[in-house]
């Protein structure tokens, strides 16, 4: 999962459950490959529990436009499609 969408070891990240509303900072560590473990350790886990549905969203600085890579996973967390990307907004 962390390939098909270009997360890195170490890299920060926002946490949001879609089940209990909570939202954390936290920064991703790999599992098994393959696995489909996502987990929440340490202080996190006491805020964002085992079996709820979560939103990981990662950010970045750039001076082009980032294409953002969206993905949908069942219930294994096993990958299912990658979204369809929106039009970026001008301002």
């Known amino acids: 999962l962390m390939e098909a969408v270009d997360l890195w070891e170490g890299e920060r990240v926002l946490v949001v459950s879609n089940t209990s509303g909570e939202r954390l900072e936290t920064y991703v560590i790999p599992g098994k490959r393959g696995s489909g473990d996502i987990e929440m350790n ?3 886990a006491l805020r964002i529990k085992a079996g709820e549905e979560i939103i990981i969203m990662a950010f970045c600085l750039a001076t082009e436009l980032v294409q953002a890579k969206t993905i949908l996973v069942d219930e294994n967390n096993r990958f299912l ?5 929106e039009a970026p907004h001008s301002t």
């Open 42 to 44: 340490g202080a996190a």
């Open 81 to 85: 499609q990658y979204m369809e990307a």
